[in-house]
């Protein structure tokens, strides 16, 4: 890899100047970014379905747009990041996420919103890889740089804390579209900063971008998902609008494999997955987050719809999830190191289903105890789950494909977010809607209409008014708490096969010098021969693997928080 700076920049990256920590308050800002926007529109859900009247598919998408196309898109951005330039990228993906956001904010119709979450999912794939490349060229001293990954941990589990906070703030006094605003203020700051401050770096370009494999990647992403969306909408698995997308994803996904295996120069070096810890771990990560995003967006809608309460105290409800999940990573490497990755993944995942089947005790009425208990047991531990996957996945990749397994790895998550939002919110949509097809004294049309969400049931209730609405009232209500619970177990199911494909990970943490050198030298630094001293003498620099290894986990996962 080669590193360039800027002359506007006046940083020295290359030795690690002292404002190599102006750097990383710019790339915090990136990632408080990204973390707000993930999980802000997520109170006020709600709302957008009461202004914009979303089907049940189009609500699902509305939150899912963003996660599926940032996932879609990782591998894509984060090589033409290595060939263009980081800070190039970068740049633009700020760019585009405050357009996307001011398209968003104003949005009338689910179509443009929806849009406008894609738009913002590509500003996330361009921000993302690049922000992370950076921090780790200005900071060479891994002791420095795993100093700069904790202050960036904290920021994004800050970020995902405030977010419902914030948004429901934000819905309470304004209007839903208020959520994505927020985003312009920091893009006004972060935008003139990162042009100035912000180091340019490239990777080593061997070899070509492989464009047509970026791009069958990103296309067979998303037409297995758009399948599966279409399948837990309630369509046949055998109309076209399900087996197409599902067959040409799967088809393109199957190509991009196999042309990667030929390729001298791969986007992904498949061989990877050979190596059993390392598919294990993606499978654990995806798994997590699948119970987590959709159960997250689950217990919005009935804080705010069953129990009534304002968006600002459901954000506040949720708070103990993203400070117990913030506890857990601040303690993750301690903790792998005493128990190892099988017992840590493992033990985090058998947590985490006893907190969900604990959550099935909720009903009509709040019980906050019940409620905050269940979420700090939630929290805790899936980010310790999380924490112990990331580990092993990155430990297995050999030092030449470390790169590619982190992309696989923040694929994974993202991927793993957005199925959860689709495949939970089809079980839930599937648990609730017969139970309000024979309602005493309510219309069929409306029954039906009621079917597709709790909110549409509340409006098409307030419509028929009389007896008969408020039979509508209470059997949605009764129907959206049954499918809650039947949820939750479905989810507890999945948890547990979680724990049982922990057994497969290793049961210590291999901290053999050899190892540690793998990892390390993925990293990259700069090769001596493209820097030049005082009077163009060559300087002579440390190769990245005789650096100390970055404890693998230690902050890559710790910072999304939940």
């Known amino acids: 890899m080669s590193v360039t700076t800027t002359a506007g920049a006046r940083l020295r990256a290359t030795g690690g100047g002292a404002n190599r920590w102006v750097v990383l308050f710019v790339l915090c800002v990136s990632l408080l970014l990204v973390a707000l926007d993930a999980t802000v529109l997520h109170v006020a859900v709600p709302a957008v379905t009461e202004d914009l009247r979303p089907s049940s598919t189009a609500l699902l998408w509305i939150v899912d747009a963003y996660p599926l196309v940032c996932a879609s898109l990782l591998i894509l951005f984060g090589t033409l990041g290595d060939r263009v330039g980081r800070r190039r990228v970068l740049l633009a993906g700020y760019g585009l996420f405050g357009v996307a956001s001011a398209v968003a904010a104003f949005a009338d119709t689910p179509a443009v919103l929806i849009a406008a979450r894609a738009l913002l999912g590509v500003g996330g794939a361009m921000i993302m ?8 060229a200005v900071f060479p001293d891994r002791r420095e740089r795993a100093t700069a990954i904790g202050v960036w941990t904290a920021v994004a589990a800050a970020g995902a804390a405030t977010g419902p906070v914030l948004g429901g703030f934000l819905v309470q006094h304004f209007w839903w579209g208020s959520v994505f605003l927020i985003n312009i203020p920091l893009m006004a700051l972060i935008l003139p900063l990162g042009r100035w401050l912000l180091p340019e770096s490239k990777g080593s370009g061997s070899g070509p971008w492989d464009v047509l494999g970026a791009l069958m990647a990103a296309a067979g992403v998303l037409g297995v998902v758009l399948g599966v969306k ?18 040409l994803g799967a088809v393109l996904l199957v190509l991009f494999v196999r042309r990667q295996k030929r390729r001298a120069h791969p986007l992904v070096d498949t061989r990877l997955f050979a190596r059993a810890a390392f598919t294990t771990s993606v499978g654990c990560i995806v798994l997590a987050m699948l119970a987590l995003v959709g159960l997250e967006l689950i217990a919005v809608q009935y804080l705010q719809l069953v129990l009534a309460l304002t968006p600002l105290e459901t ?3 949720l708070l103990p999830l993203t400070f117990a999940a913030m506890a857990a990573g601040a303690t993750g490497s301690y903790t ?15 947590l985490t289903a006893a907190a969900v089947l604990l959550l099935v005790l909720m009903g009509q009425h709040d019980r906050p105890l019940l409620l905050t208990t269940g979420f700090v047991l939630l929290g805790f531990g899936l980010q310790t789950t999380l924490f112990g996957a990331y580990e092993s ?13 982190a992309a696989i790895g923040e694929t994974s998550y993202q991927l793993g977010a957005g199925m959860g939002i689709a495949l939970l919110g089809s079980v839930m949509n599937a648990a609730y809607a017969p139970g309000l097809a024979h309602v005493p004294g309510v219309p069929a049309p409306a029954g039906a209409a009621a079917a597709n969400s709790l909110g549409e049931a509340y409006q098409v209730a307030a419509q028929l008014g009389g007896p008969a609405g408020e039979a509508l009232r209470t059997a949605a209500r009764h129907a959206f708490v049954h499918g809650l619970h039947v949820t939750l177990v479905v989810s507890a199911g999945l948890l547990l096969l979680g724990a049982l494909m922990a057994l497969r990970l290793p049961r210590v943490m291999d901290c053999r010098p050899d190892i540690d050198a793998r990892l390390g030298a993925a990293d990259a630094w700069p090769d001596p021969k493209d820097a030049a001293g005082p009077g163009g003498a060559p300087v002579t620099r440390v190769p990245a693997r005789r650096q100390p290894a970055e404890p ?8 999304r928080g939940t």
């Open 230 to 247: 279409r399948a837990g909408a309630g369509d046949s698995l055998l109309s076209v609008e399900t087996a197409a997308p599902l067959l």
């Open 129 to 136: 890889p690049a922000t992370l490349s950076i921090l780790r």
């Open 315 to 317: 954000g506040l409800r």
């Open 393 to 405: 996945m990155l430990s297995e990749a050999p030092a030449q494909s470390a790169g590619g397994a």
């Open 552 to 559: 693998a986990g230690s902050g890559r996962t710790a910072r």
């Open 336 to 350: 792998l190191r005493r128990v190892g990755p099988r017992r840590m993944v493992g033990w985090g995942f058998v």
